[in-house]
C-alpha cells in the first residue's frame, strides 16, 4: 500500500489519537478551544501532510504552518504549545505507521512523513521566532538571565 493511500485510510484514527494526547495534557489553549476544535485543526494539520506526501510538495504544508505560527502567536500561544500539538500528531502518524504498515514499507513511509513535518515545524518555529523578535516579547528578554552581571 502507498504511503499516502494508507495515511488516507488511517486519517480519523490519527487525528482522533493525536486529539486525545492533547487533550490529556490539560494545555489551558487546547482546553479552551474545546475537544472538537483541536480536532478540526489536526484535521486541516494532517491534510496538509497527506497533500504533501501525495504530491511530494512541501509549499503548501510549508505555508499552512507559517500561517498557523501568525494566527496562534496573535491569540498569544506560546511557540512550545503550538509545537506541542504538531508532535502531538506526528506520534501519531508514525505510530499507526509501524503498527499497520509491512516492514518494506516503513522506510518509505516514515522517511515521507518525517520530512513533511520537519519541514512544517522547521517553518512554524522560524515564523514565531520571526514574529516574536519583531515585537520584543517578554519570553526573549533575556537580560533577566544576566541580572547581576553589571561589573559590580
Known sequence: ??????LTRERDVIVREAEETLMHLRERHY?????AEVERRLG?????LAAAVTTR??????GYAQEIADE?????YDLTSVQTGFNALEAATWGRILTGLEPTQLAEALG???????????????????????TRA???????????????
Open 1 to 6: 500500500m502507498e504511503t499516502a493511500e494508507f
Open 31 to 35: 482546553e479552551s478551544a474545546g475537544a
Open 44 to 48: 486541516a494539520l494532517f491534510d496538509h
Open 57 to 62: 510538495d512541501l509549499g503548501p504544508v510549508v
Open 72 to 76: 496562534r502567536f496573535a491569540a498569544g
Open 112 to 134: 515521507l512523513v518525517s520530512t513533511v513535518f520537519g519541514a512544517a515545524k522547521d517553518a512554524l518555529g522560524r515564523r514565531y521566532v520571526s514574529l516574536a523578535t519583531k
Open 138 to 152: 517578554p519570553s526573549l528578554d533575556l537580560r533577566a538571565l544576566f541580572a547581576g552581571t553589571d561589573g559590580a
